[in-house]
């Protein structure tokens, strides 16, 4: 973080009197008013609900420009990482700076292996759970979990602990979600394929039989792997801020991990997926691609609060260079498996043909983000509706502890204590019940 060379000057129409506050400069991107000074010195917080203007941190982690539509881990753009390096090649990106090379990926995906078996025990916690309950709902209670199935790297503290724990958490999430899955079926769960790619072995524990061989379709491993590299990181959205948030009071990594499971369940952020895939069936189930004016209608309708789920973003205003991508996939997927007819694709692209003409979509620089082709990749591959969070949960763990340890190793990281403007009652006796 850089001094810039101008400063800001805030005054106050009642004569109080000015303050400077100092500028900084980041690598790209806009500059920040250092504001840590200003109650300290004129009594007064700033008002941000919904962080539109607020820079809750410095990170070195990812860089998106949304007015252009880009995207880069690293510095490195989206598109390269996506068509040249794995998901394993992208987690040591996102939580040591550098890409591998071909010894330090063997030896990083070796170490990742080793723990992709969870303790035993964990099963006997999982049978707590209702068959039918949502896979989110038992995600977060299995990464919560954790915390006490491995003591030993619960200290956010410790660099080692939180080493071990980033490790542990990338290797076991492929197993928990699996496992949820098999467990609302009532299969057995399958153990980790150590010599698959970390995208193959998830296909096999979600998927394989213990009676038969599995055989991982190439094109199916690929579209998983780039939906994981996707997913990987995205700055400070509310799950990652979640993440930081939790992890700022010192609990372990294991728990604050857990609460962005938690915040990414919600259908405004990682629950869109879902949403965009029930939308998508409700329409079909009641008209199909004849309904999509009816339906965008009410989209558009000021007293209804019907969103077009797997439209928009609060920070790409241009495009999702992550959609352009998954889109992409999303042919290859279909065209593999023989459902370029699907009748639920097709839905999609008309409700995307027309939202792209339509002037309220224009206007207000909505389009279509990475859920609303991950959804109709996921479905077509196998995954069920209600598991797609848990996917992209997985894929997005990386992002969330490297985004915490960078938190922890950051020497200006304390507490996240954010304050309010009050507009309560003022202090009031307490009267006798029988005066209330
Ligand atoms: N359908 C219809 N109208 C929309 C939509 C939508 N999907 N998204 C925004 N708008 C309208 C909104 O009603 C508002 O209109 P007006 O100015 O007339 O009041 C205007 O566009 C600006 O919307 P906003 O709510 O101020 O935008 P935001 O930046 O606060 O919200 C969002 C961003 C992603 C929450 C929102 O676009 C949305 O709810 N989209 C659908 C859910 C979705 O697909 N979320 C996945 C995001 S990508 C995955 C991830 O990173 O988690």
Same mark, same amino acid.
């Given at each position: 973080?850089?001094?810039?060379?101008?400063?800001?000057?805030?005054?106050?129409? /009642?004569?109080?009197?000015?303050?400077?506050?100092?500028?900084?400069?980041?690598?790209?991107?806009?500059?920040?008013?250092?504001?840590?000074?200003?109650?300290?010195?004129?009594?007064?917080?700033?008002?941000?609900?919904?962080?539109?203007?607020?820079?809750?941190?410095?990170?070195?982690?990812?860089?998106?420009?949304?007015?252009?539509?880009?995207?880069?881990?690293?510095?490195?753009?989206?598109?390269?990482?996506?068509?040249?390096?794995?998901?394993?090649?992208?987690?040591?990106?996102?939580?040591?700076?550098?890409?591998?090379?071909?010894?330090?990926?063997?030896?990083?995906?070796?170490?990742?292996? #080793?723990?992709?078996?969870? /303790?035993? #025990?964990?099963?006997?916690?999982?049978?707590?759970?209702?068959?039918?309950?949502?896979?989110?709902?038992?995600?977060?209670?299995?990464?919560?979990?954790?915390?006490? !199935?491995?003591?030993?790297?619960?200290?956010?503290?410790?660099?080692?602990?939180?080493?071990?724990?980033?490790?542990?958490?990338?290797?076991?999430?492929?197993?928990?979600?699996?496992?949820?899955?098999?467990?609302?079926?009532?299969?057995?769960?399958?153990?980790?394929?150590?010599?698959?790619?970390?995208?193959? /072995? !998830?296909?096999?524990?979600?998927?394989?039989?213990?009676?038969?061989?599995?055989?991982?379709?190439?094109?199916?491993?690929?579209?998983?792997?780039?939906?994981?590299?996707?997913?990987?990181?995205?700055?400070?959205?509310?799950?990652?801020?979640?993440?930081?948030?939790?992890?700022?009071?010192?609990?372990?990594? !294991?728990?604050?991990?857990?609460?962005?499971?938690?915040?990414?369940?919600?259908?405004?952020?990682?629950?869109?997926?879902?949403?965009?895939?029930?939308?998508?069936?409700?329409?079909?189930?009641?008209?199909?691609?004849?309904?999509?004016?009816?339906?965008?209608?009410?989209?558009?309708?000021?007293?209804?609060?019907?969103?077009?789920?797997?439209?928009?973003?609060?920070?790409?205003?241009?495009?999702?260079?992550?959609?352009?991508?998954?889109?992409?996939?999303?042919?290859?997927?279909?065209?593999?498996?023989?459902?370029?007819?699907?009748?639920?694709?097709?839905?999609?692209?008309?409700?995307?043909?027309?939202?792209?003409?339509?002037?309220?979509?224009?206007?207000?620089?909505?389009?279509?983000?990475?859920?609303?082709?991950?959804?109709?990749?996921?479905?077509?591959?196998?995954?069920?509706?209600?598991?797609?969070?848990?996917?992209?949960?997985?894929?997005?763990?990386?992002?969330?502890?490297?985004?915490?340890?960078?938190?922890?190793?950051?020497?200006?990281?304390?507490?996240?204590?954010?304050?309010?403007?009050?507009?309560?009652?003022?202090?009031?006796?307490?009267?006798?019940?029988?005066?209330?």
């Amino acid at each position: 973080m850089k001094l810039a060379d101008n400063k800001a000057t805030l005054s106050f129409s /009642n004569g109080s009197p000015s303050i400077e506050l100092p500028v900084y400069q980041g690598t790209v991107g806009p500059d920040v008013v250092d504001i840590r000074k200003l109650y300290g010195q004129t009594g007064m917080f700033t008002y941000d609900p919904g962080f539109l203007s607020t820079a809750s941190c410095q990170s070195a982690i990812t860089y998106i420009d949304g007015d252009k539509g880009e995207l880069q881990y690293r510095g490195y753009p989206i598109e390269q990482l996506a068509t040249n390096c794995d998901f394993l090649e992208t987690c040591h990106l996102l939580l040591y700076g550098n890409l591998p090379d071909a010894a330090a990926k063997a030896q990083f995906s070796k170490r990742v292996t #080793q723990h992709t078996m969870v /303790n035993e #025990q964990m099963q006997f916690f999982m049978r707590g759970f209702r068959r039918d309950a949502h896979p989110m709902a038992i995600l977060t209670g299995l990464v919560g979990a954790l915390s006490a !199935f491995y003591h030993d790297s619960t200290d956010i503290n410790n660099p080692e602990h939180r080493d071990v724990a980033a490790i542990r958490l990338i290797a076991k999430m492929p197993t928990l979600v699996a496992m949820a899955y098999r467990y609302s079926l009532g299969l057995p769960y399958m153990y980790p394929r150590n010599s698959l790619s970390y995208a193959g /072995n !998830f296909m096999h524990m979600m998927f394989a039989s213990p009676c038969e061989d599995y055989v991982v379709n190439p094109v199916i491993e690929r579209a998983l792997d780039r939906i994981f590299v996707l997913h990987a990181d995205h700055e400070q959205n509310a799950s990652t801020s979640t993440v930081r948030l939790c992890g700022s009071s010192g609990t372990n990594p !294991f728990a604050a991990i857990a609460a962005g499971v938690a915040c990414l369940w919600g259908p405004a952020h990682g629950g869109a997926n879902e949403a965009c895939l029930n939308m998508l069936d409700e329409i079909q189930r009641t008209g199909g691609v004849a309904k999509v004016g009816q339906f965008m209608e009410q989209v558009k309708d000021k007293n209804s609060t019907v969103k077009l789920m797997g439209f928009g973003h609060r920070v790409y205003k241009n495009y999702d260079p992550r959609a352009k991508l998954m889109q992409e996939t999303c042919k290859e997927v279909l065209a593999a498996l023989g459902l370029e007819n699907d009748p639920l694709f097709k839905l999609a692209m008309a409700l995307e043909k027309i939202a792209l003409e339509d002037d309220y979509f224009v206007q207000r620089k909505l389009y279509p983000n990475v859920d609303f082709y991950s959804g109709i990749v996921q479905r077509a591959i196998g995954v069920p509706v209600n598991m797609f969070t848990g996917v992209f949960a997985l894929a997005r763990t990386v992002g969330w502890i490297a985004q915490l340890n960078e938190m922890i190793g950051d020497p200006e990281y304390k507490i996240g204590r954010p304050r309010q403007l009050f507009t309560g009652a003022a202090r009031r006796d307490v009267l006798p019940i029988a005066k209330r």
